[in-house]
């Protein structure tokens, strides 16, 4: 890979906006504070990130059950597991400029980093970052409901109906995967912080002996998913939080970091919560949250860990990662080189020409492909500008249908990264494409 520009930033949110991935929201009304929305080639990149997810956390797993639960939630989950009173960010206002700033985000905590000014900020106040609102025509504290700002107590609250219903006994997990929402003071750096999010998160139950081993096991395990997908190693690595950083709750937190163009940052956070969360549950709802072994007689609330991933987040990150520019015959090429899974398209069919001639077999090699691959069709403009099209998208393989194919009933394929060409015959076209996408 080429060297990558000092610009990337800017320029792969350039990218996203002009070619489809991602577009400011309510943009027609100016734009609507830091949320965006995930156009059409953005939506199948971020269903590709969460299906890697769950392909690896569930599908490959016979431990691991998902759930999807409900995003509008009761303010008694909050009340237990502490988010009512202490999931706060500290506020401080600039009195010189107004403006608001997350204290412990600020390089500098004297200076303030939109007018400049030193010692002008207020003293701190705790900032809760629950969006809050009411459920039903009436709004009183009765009515109060909350969006959910993380999808972790979807499983603990769900721990006994899960338990009883898949039959797993721990070690087992429980994934989800689904939008969060937090009021962000101060949203920023594109998708990586936005008050609209989505998260992969897993509760992985274990026995309270085997803890400190699973907790190992699924930052090694966590790491490696981000590696196989395309992170360089160098641009990733596991931050054990130091003991003053670590929440109440937890006996080891470590993030995943990825280097990001302004410094590393965190991806994930995977902790032990010990059994914190079903222990809180317990005692606020009145239920047992346990498991009872039958084999060897003992009761047990398990211990959990967490790992706590960001699915937007990290589709930002695979972005940042994958993009590359280079000379080719005097011409500069953006290429998005995303591992195949994560690719919006795996693979673009375009005839040479728009002759009527080419259209009709394109159109069959299409609609032979689209049973088992996210396809793209183009037709328009030359068939280099069409390549640079398919290279910004990242689509891995181009298939081309020229004058040729109508006798040799075979077409070209095109691979994205060395663009190098092979001459394929439509009959074979679906297994060669396979054998290199599985
Ligand atoms: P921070 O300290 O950066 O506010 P956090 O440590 O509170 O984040 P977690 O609660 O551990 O974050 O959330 C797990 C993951 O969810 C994060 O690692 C991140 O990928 C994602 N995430 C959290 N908040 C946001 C957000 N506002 N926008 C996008 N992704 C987020």
Same mark, same amino acid.
Not at 43 to 51: A, G
Not at 110 to 114: E, L, R
Not at 338 to 341: I, Q, S, V
């Given at each position: 890979m080429?060297?990558?520009?000092?610009?990337?930033?800017?320029r792969?949110?350039?990218?996203?906006?002009?070619?489809?991935f991602i577009?400011?929201s309510?943009?027609?009304?100016?734009g609507f504070r830091s949320?965006y929305?995930?156009?059409?080639i953005g939506?199948?990149?971020?269903?590709?990130?969460?299906?890697a997810w769950w392909?690896s956390?569930v599908?490959l797993?016979?431990?691991?059950?998902?759930?999807?639960?409900?995003?509008?939630?009761p303010?008694a989950?909050?009340e237990?597991?502490?988010h009512?009173?202490?999931?706060a960010?500290?506020?401080?206002d600039?009195r010189?400029?107004k403006?608001?700033?997350?204290?412990d985000k600020?390089d500098?905590p004297?200076?303030?980093?939109?007018c400049?000014k030193?010692g002008?900020f207020?003293e701190?106040?705790?900032f809760?970052?629950?969006f809050?609102?009411?459920a039903?025509p009436?709004?009183n504290?009765g009515a109060v409901?909350?969006?959910?700002?993380?999808?972790?107590?979807?499983?603990?609250?769900n721990?006994?109906?899960?338990?009883?219903?898949s039959?797993?006994r721990?070690?087992f997990?429980?994934a989800?995967?689904?939008?969060?929402?937090r009021n962000?003071?101060?949203?920023?750096n594109?998708?990586?912080?936005?008050r609209?999010?989505e998260q992969?998160?897993?509760?992985?139950?274990v026995?309270?002996?085997?803890a400190l081993?699973w907790y =190992? @096991?699924?930052?090694?395990?966590?790491?490696?998913? %981000?590696v196989?997908l395309? *992170?360089?190693?160098d641009?990733?690595?596991? #931050?054990?939080?130091?003991?003053?950083?670590?929440?109440?709750?937890?006996?080891g937190?470590?993030?995943?970091?990825?280097?990001f163009?302004?410094g590393?940052?965190e991806?994930?956070?995977i902790?032990?919560?010990g059994?914190y969360?079903l222990?809180?549950?317990?005692?606020?709802s009145?239920e047992k949250l =346990? @498991?009872?072994?039958q084999a060897t007689?003992?009761? %047990?609330?398990p211990?959990v *860990?967490?790992?706590?991933a960001?699915?937007? #987040?990290?589709m930002m990150a695979?972005?940042?990662?994958?993009y590359?520019?280079?000379e080719?015959?005097g011409?500069t090429r953006?290429?998005l080189r995303?591992?195949?899974?994560l690719?919006?398209y795996?693979?673009?069919?375009?005839?040479l020409s728009k002759?009527?001639?080419?259209?009709?077999m394109?159109? =069959?090699?299409l609609a032979?492909?689209?049973?088992?691959?996210m396809?793209?069709?183009?037709e328009?403009q030359?068939?280099?500008?069409?390549y640079r099209?398919?290279?910004?998208?990242?689509t891995?393989?181009c298939?081309t249908?020229?004058f040729?194919?109508?006798?040799?009933k075979?077409?070209?394929?095109?691979e994205r990264d060395?663009?190098?060409?092979?001459?394929?015959p439509?009959d074979?076209l679906?297994?060669?494409?396979?054998?290199?996408l599985a």
């Open positions: 080429s060297q990558q520009p000092a610009d990337l930033m800017e792969v949110v350039n990218l996203c906006k002009r070619r489809g577009f400011p309510a943009e027609i009304y100016g949320t929305d995930y156009g059409p939506v199948q990149m971020l269903r590709n990130v969460k299906d392909r956390m599908q797993r016979d431990e691991v059950v998902g759930i999807d639960a409900a995003i509008l939630s303010p989950i909050w237990a597991s502490g009512l009173t202490s999931f960010d500290p506020l401080v600039c010189e400029c403006e608001r700033f997350r204290l600020l500098d004297d200076v303030c980093p939109s400049g030193r002008t207020t701190p106040r705790q809760n970052l629950m809050k609102t009411h039903g009436v709004e504290e409901a909350y969006l959910r700002p993380e999808t972790a107590q979807g499983m603990f609250v721990f006994k109906n899960v338990l009883e219903t039959r797993k721990p070690p997990g429980i989800q995967v689904g939008k969060s929402f962000e003071i101060t949203p920023q594109f998708v990586f912080r936005t609209e999010f992969m998160e897993l509760e992985y139950f026995p309270p002996a085997d081993r =190992e @096991y699924w930052c090694e395990e966590r790491r490696r998913w %981000y196989e395309g *992170i360089p190693e641009k990733l690595r596991l #931050r054990p939080h130091e003991p003053d950083e670590l929440s109440h709750y937890s006996s937190t470590s993030d995943v970091e990825f280097l163009p302004w590393w940052d991806l994930e956070g902790a032990n919560r059994d969360d222990t809180a549950h317990a005692r606020h009145g =346990e @498991y009872f072994d007689g003992e009761r %047990y609330v211990h *860990i967490e790992p706590a960001g699915a937007t #987040r990290t695979f972005l940042l990662a994958a590359d520019e280079e080719v015959r011409e953006v290429v995303l591992h195949h899974r690719a919006p795996k693979v673009a069919v375009l005839p002759k009527d001639t080419l259209v009709p394109a159109r =069959e090699v032979s492909l689209q049973p088992h691959f396809c793209d069709y183009d328009t030359s068939i280099g500008r069409r099209r398919q290279d910004e998208l990242g891995p393989y298939v249908v020229d040729e194919s109508l006798e040799d075979a077409v070209t394929v095109r060395a663009m190098t060409q092979a001459r394929v439509v074979d679906v297994g060669y494409l396979r054998d290199r």
